[in-house]
């Protein structure tokens, strides 16, 4: 998530928008990018009340779109820039993960110890990907729907941007009253961890699963 709104914060800064740089966001510190509700109160709330799912934010980089050098093409390469540096980091797990692998079969009195941090790189994995393909879905004010507005027609995009004033509550009712629709977004993300495994999974240690 820190990784995520990072790359958000760089790509502002780079498109001529130096708010969260300003800010103190342009940073890789995780206090800076801690939301007291969405970081740590809501996901405590949800776990405690068994909602039947789990759910939690960063705080959003601070962008103002006024000062990409171009609007649309600043808006969407911000937006994905959070996505591409969690595809990014699934790959680098994902050869971590084969790495740890390698090094258990060549040194076997440290299977178990490698075999706990196997099983951080496979969550390191399976979370970037969630994180990636889940910010993709264009409900507001998720990153896809960023892009998503700039599809439409002019006049069906500024109707669609009204729902941005309704904050995390689209999503949030949509992940009470139908969470299987959000698997149909994340189903990209199952083929990719099957395919991440399909390369390295035969370097599994022991628990990694």
């Known amino acids: 998530m820190v990784a995520h709104e990072y790359a958000h914060a760089e790509a502002a800064y780079r498109q001529g928008d130096d708010t969260a740089y300003m800010l103190g966001r342009l940073t890789l510190n995780p206090l800076k990018h801690i939301d007291p509700i969405m970081t740590v109160l809501l996901p405590v709330i949800l776990w405690v009340s068994n909602a039947g799912f789990l759910f939690g934010a960063a705080k959003p980089v601070p962008v103002n779109p006024r000062k990409y050098r171009t609007f649309v093409r600043g808006d969407v390469i911000v937006s994905l820039?959070?996505?591409?540096?969690n595809l990014a980091l699934f790959v680098v797990?994902?050869?971590?993960?084969?790495?740890?692998?390698?090094?258990?079969?060549?040194?076997?009195?440290?299977?178990?110890?490698l075999g706990i941090l196997q099983e951080m790189t496979y969550q390191g994995m399976r979370l970037n990907l969630v994180l990636a393909f889940f910010n993709l879905i264009p409900i507001p004010p998720l990153d896809g729907s960023h892009v998503f507005y700039h599809l439409l027609p002019p006049g069906w995009g500024l109707k669609y941007r009204e729902f941005y004033a309704?904050?995390?509550?689209?999503?949030?009712l949509i992940l009470w009253l139908?969470?299987?629709?959000?698997?149909?977004?994340?189903?990209?993300?199952?083929?990719?961890?099957n395919l991440g495994l399909a390369v390295v999974g035969g370097l599994r240690i022991g628990a990694a699963s």
């Open 93 to 113: 797990f994902t050869g971590l993960f084969g790495a740890v692998g390698l090094i258990g079969q060549h040194v076997p009195s440290l299977a178990g110890s």
């Open 81 to 85: 820039a959070g996505i591409v540096v």
């Open 166 to 172: 309704l904050g995390m509550l689209p999503l949030l």
């Open 178 to 193: 139908a969470p299987g629709a959000i698997n149909v977004f994340l189903w990209p993300a199952y083929q990719l961890m």
